[in-house]
């Protein structure tokens, strides 16, 4: 320090040494009297105040240009190497956090790329690709909601496929069915037109014209039945009715019909005493399909049993009969067991069939509900 003209009130210049090594703490002393302290430079500078020495505490006389003066000095020899250590650390933590950072960005790109591609799918029309769920983050309810949009875009697909097969299988049908009618209504046309018959025949060829013009229309008809029930479209139900007071006069009308055709029948009417809400549009189409399907299939030889009973919360009539075992001159539709079906469910009732051996039964259920009350005042 004398060599180099270093006093001890140099405090900047001894603070620049200071820095420059590995020192914890370095305090100058003259008499007892603190000088300089790396811990505060600027303020050992004007103290005054004598401090206890400490024999425990090592003393270095140190020859400064103002005089000689006591140096204590703390040192650790591991302090740069901590030092290096504590930056190395932090260099390494920050490394860690950017791959670990840059790990997961990557794994979301991949996840936002594999969506994209069954998105892609899913727009090429292809529902069958299930949405990929992965993590549980704002991607994730993501993707939930893109395999619900899925799902029922692949349902109402389906419905849309079940309901052309529907009207596919109904028009080869009825397109079979007319063409028999009409081919044999032309070749009598084709007798008659070229004269080729004898004169007693004429009546009985004008009979069988006539019978196939009808067939033609009750196959017509039961194309309008079938486009009058409409699909996806509620109806407005009338105010609910006791039940006996909605089909007593439908059933004696049908009684006299089927005598009149030669069938005999059963009644088993327990009428309960609920009221249910329908369209009365509806329930005389019923009745007609009802009546033309016993016609045409049960067997006159057995008597056809009609029902009516409360069942599971409503009120249903039964229609049961013996399938007639002669041949039929034209196969069955099934178009108006399907219209039956529809009507049904549109007053948010049932129909049910089911056929045991030569024994078939109809059943239409109908949901009871309460009566309106109407109010007043005294």
């Avoid at 080869?172 to 084709?190: E, F, G, K, V, W």
């Avoid at 029930?229 to 009308?253: A, W, Y």
């Avoid at 099934?334 to 024994?359: D, F, P, V, W, Y």
């Amino acid at each position: 320090m004398e060599e180099n003209d270093l006093a001890t009130t140099d405090t900047a210049q001894i603070t620049r040494w200071y820095k420059k090594h590995p020192l914890i703490l370095m305090e100058v002393y003259r008499s007892n009297i603190l000088r300089y302290t790396s811990a505060a430079p600027e303020e050992a500078l004007d103290n005054e105040t004598e401090v206890p020495y400490y024999t425990w505490v090592s003393y270095y006389e140190v020859p400064f240009a103002d005089g000689t003066a006591e140096v204590v000095i703390y040192a650790d020899d591991t302090y740069r190497f901590f030092t290096w250590l504590t930056v190395l650390s932090l260099g390494m933590a920050l490394l860690a956090f950017l791959l670990i950072f840059l790990q997961g960005c990557r794994r979301v790109v991949r996840y936002i790329c594999q969506l994209s591609v069954e998105i892609q799918a899913m727009e090429g029309g292809d529902l069958d690709v299930a949405i990929t769920f992965q993590g549980n983050h704002e991607l994730t309810r993501l993707a939930h909601s893109l395999d619900s949009m899925r799902r029922a875009f692949q349902e109402q697909k389906e419905r849309e496929i079940n309901i052309f097969r529907a009207n596919q299988a109904m028009i080869t049908a009825m397109s079979h069915d007319l063409r028999t009618p009409l081919t044999t209504l032309q070749i009598y046309t084709d007798i008659l037109r070229y004269k080729k018959y004898e004169p007693s025949q004429l009546e009985g060829y004008l009979e069988k014209i006539d019978a196939k013009a009808a067939q033609i229309k009750q196959l017509s008809e039961n194309i309008f039945e079938y486009s009058l029930v409409p699909k996806h479209q509620t109806i407005e139900l009338e105010e609910p009715r006791p039940f006996r007071d909605v089909f007593h006069d439908q059933l004696s009308e049908m009684a006299v019909y089927l005598t009149q055709q030669n069938f005999s029948f059963e009644l088993e009417l327990d009428w309960p005493d609920l009221n249910i809400s329908v369209s009365s549009q509806y329930i005389k189409r019923l009745m007609d399909n009802v009546l033309s399907n016993l016609i045409k299939y049960a067997d006159a030889e057995f008597p056809v049993l009609i029902a009516t009973t409360e069942k599971e919360g409503g009120v249903a009539i039964l229609f049961q009969n013996k399938i007639s075992s002669a041949p039929l001159q034209q196969e069955g539709t099934h178009i108006g067991l399907a219209n039956m079906k529809a009507m049904m469910e549109k007053m948010g009732g049932e129909c049910r069939n089911n056929q045991t051996g030569s024994i078939f039964q109809l059943e239409l259920w109908f949901p009871s509900v309460p009566q309106k009350i109407q109010g007043g005042c005294s």
